[in-house]
């Protein structure tokens, strides 16, 4: 069982950066793939950013084309940990970010594991 803590997450102004972490249990932590995704107020979960490997130790990323260029996923397989570097936050970012975990190598789809989310809010 795969068990995952966000932090990270407050307040912040419009233009801003935020980070958030995720913090994994498990030993097989590096084979999973590893997403962030968002719920605001009124609206449905989306995703917006993951991060898999596709061989030996390299991993690719796949964003939502609402955060292209603002935000960056990363990992930290030694420390069980997936990132998300926010930057140039946006009010319409405000929403609870959940990270989440599954074992197909694959983004879409529904995933296996998730954590209990972190409020971001980007005031204007």
């Known amino acids: 069982q795969v068990q995952l803590v966000e932090s990270g997450g407050g307040l912040v102004q419009a233009g801003g950066s935020l980070k958030l972490s995720c913090a994994a249990s498990?030993?097989?932590?590096?084979?999973?793939?590893m997403g962030w995704f968002r719920q605001a107020p009124g609206k449905e979960r989306e995703f917006v950013a993951g991060t898999r490997g596709v061989g030996g130790t390299v991993y690719d990323a796949d964003y939502a084309d609402a955060v292209k260029g603002r935000f960056t996923i990363y990992r930290d397989n030694a420390k069980n940990a997936v990132y998300l570097q926010m930057n140039s936050l946006k009010p319409e970012d405000t929403a609870i970010y959940y990270c989440?975990?599954?074992?197909?190598?694959?983004?879409?789809?529904?995933?296996?594991?998730w954590g209990q989310g972190t409020q971001v809010t980007v005031s204007s």
């Open positions: 989440a975990a599954k074992k197909d190598n694959y983004y879409s789809g529904p995933y296996d594991h």
């Open positions: 498990g030993r097989t932590f590096s084979t999973y793939v």
